[in-house]
């Protein structure tokens, strides 16, 4: 396994995420990937299957101290009290007395971002937290962000594919010592039916999960996974055994749009940064 370093962090390349992945699905899946190789775990309290997760890394028999976990609390919680009595239960529900990363899932301009970034530092100063980082956060807020903290914010994991480019988040994380974590690589599964994915792969003998999550991680950028298939989660993770040329690296950079985000919800989205 790969690892991405920041800010002491040492976060293994490839995660396996549960977004949108139903309680037992999320079991199963977790206890399968971690018996197969797979030591990074991303959810959420609004995933709603913290508790599954949790039991499918007791089911798995992988040492906790192995496992790099990452739960991300839910703008709902942010105020102080609430912040605080959330992570009690996430780590309740995941079986655990410590997650490995801590995320503000989205901005909240209803809480003070002091508060929040405030709040993370407790936690993780109680021990309850290994490393803390921020979720869809645009440029300015993750400026803010470490300029509030007194621990080193660790990632901002933003949309990431093929179709979107994220030049200004990935350059703010650069001078900030800062990683990136990238979730929907699969853009919804419109890579799927893309002819320069499809000729990529059919040159290195992959499948076009594998290119694109080998395009993710071979920018230094850490790579979500998603799938409710054991045989796509063994699949997605052979991806360290190539790389992709330079040429190849630009031809999917060159699929970006000026429309390609895919991920905006109102009322949580902030302004997003300019596509450079």
């Known amino acids: 396994m790969t690892f991405v370093s920041a800010n002491d962090a040492s976060i293994p390349a490839l995660g396996f995420g549960t977004f949108r992945v139903p309680g037992p699905d999320a079991e199963r899946m977790v206890s399968h990937v971690l018996a197969n190789g797979y030591r990074h775990i991303d959810t959420a309290q609004i995933y709603g299957n913290e508790a599954e997760v949790g039991e499918g890394i007791r089911r798995s028999g992988i040492a906790r101290s192995d496992i790099f976990l ?30 490995d990363l801590l995320l503000l899932h989205w901005p909240n301009e209803a809480v003070p971002l002091a508060e929040q970034i405030g709040a993370l530092n407790e936690v993780a100063r109680a021990g309850k937290v290994r490393h803390i980082g921020v979720s869809n956060f645009n440029t300015v807020l993750m400026q803010q962000s470490v300029a509030l903290s007194s ?70 950028v850490i790579a979500l996974s998603k799938t409710v298939s054991e045989h796509r989660a063994r699949e997605n993770a052979a ?8 040429d190849e ?7 970006a749009k000026a429309d390609g985000r895919i991920v905006s919800p109102e009322g949580l989205a902030p302004v997003w940064d300019k596509m450079a």
Request: avoid cysteine.
């Open 151 to 220: 621990l080193p914010i660790v990632t901002n994991q933003v949309e990431y594919h093929p179709y979107i480019g994220q030049t200004p988040v990935l350059r703010a994380a650069n001078q900030l010592d800062m990683s990136v974590t990238a979730y929907y690589a699969m853009a919804d599964g419109k890579v799927f039916d893309d002819a320069v994915l499809k000729a990529i792969a059919a040159t290195h003998g992959k499948s076009i999960a594998q290119i694109v999550l080998r395009w993710i991680v071979q920018q230094g």
């Open 239 to 246: 991806i360290f055994d190539f790389e992709l040329s330079p």
């Open 249 to 255: 690296m630009a031809a999917i950079h060159a699929l």
């Open 70 to 99: 990452t739960t991300k609390v839910w703008v709902a919680n942010y105020k102080h009290e609430a912040f605080i009595a959330s992570v009690d239960e996430s780590l309740g529900k995941l079986k655990t007395d410590y997650v």
